[in-house]
């Protein structure tokens, strides 16, 4: 089955406690994003990944790091998390770094720091 | 300064009739929008497209519609049916930068049975 998989689902964690978000793709696709979901502001980019070895900052990305060492895998590192980090997260990918392609994505992580 | 704007945070339907969810974009850069629908507990999936060069795109009870002079799509869903009921995302993908996609804020629909 075609799918984005993201772990661990939910995650509460204290401030300034390091934590990796996983996100795994069994699709090839070549393109990989990261967005943030939080009340009246819909879902905003933090990250992207064109292929293996590339990524680049999206809207959001202060706070946040990722990673591109092998084409399925994507993961979101949050060096020392703050109580704006929480919020609901999505890992997508699509087929290629074109136009005109769906995007898919996993069923979301929601972190909560304090 | 939000670019891509869904001014409606709910709407609520009858089952069988018509639902039509709004969006407004200000980036005249814009040139594809795709609608996402998402229920509680899982991630965005992907309901339809257009593109800039077309005016409208209909796949099954939905349908979207682009005015591109006003900078507005609609999203219509005919009949309605209390399955459609979740989150339905408007995003639009700027021509220069690829899979880039800017969201709406999201409006909840509701369809009553």
């Known amino acids: 089955e075609a799918q984005v998989t993201q772990n661990p689902r939910y995650l509460i964690t204290v401030t300034g406690k390091k934590l990796t978000v996983t996100c795994s793709q069994n699709m090839n696709h070549e393109y990989m994003s990261w967005y943030r979901q939080d009340p009246g502001l819909g879902l905003r980019q933090i990250y992207y990944?064109?292929?293996?070895?590339?990524?680049d900052k999206g809207d959001v990305p202060e706070g946040y790091k990722v990673s591109r060492k092998e084409k399925r895998n994507f993961p979101l590192i949050l060096e020392s998390p703050s109580p704006n980090q929480t919020s609901l997260y999505f890992c997508?990918?699509?087929?290629?770094?074109?136009?005109?392609?769906?995007?898919?994505f996993g069923q979301g992580t929601r972190l909560t720091v304090v | 300064d939000q670019q891509v704007k869904q001014n409606s945070p709910s709407l609520s339907v009858q089952e069988g009739r018509i639902s039509i969810l709004n969006c407004d974009y200000t980036?005249?850069?814009?040139?594809?929008f795709l609608w996402y629908k998402k229920y509680p507990a899982e991630g965005p999936t992907f309901l339809i497209s257009?593109?800039?060069?077309?005016d409208k795109n209909e796949d099954g009870r939905f349908t979207v519609f682009l005015n591109k002079s006003a900078k507005h799509l609609s999203l219509h869903i005919v009949p309605s049916q209390p399955g459609d009921s979740a989150v339905y995302f408007c995003?639009?993908?700027?021509?220069?930068?690829?899979?880039?996609?800017?969201f709406g804020a999201g409006t909840i629909l509701r369809v009553k049975s």
């Open positions: 990944s064109m292929n293996v070895e590339v990524t």
């Open positions: 995003a639009a993908s700027p021509m220069e930068y690829g899979n880039k996609l800017v």
């Open positions: 257009i593109s800039s060069i077309k």
């Open positions: 980036n005249s850069m814009f040139d594809y």
């Open positions: 997508a990918s699509s087929l290629y770094p074109g136009r005109n392609t769906e995007a898919f």
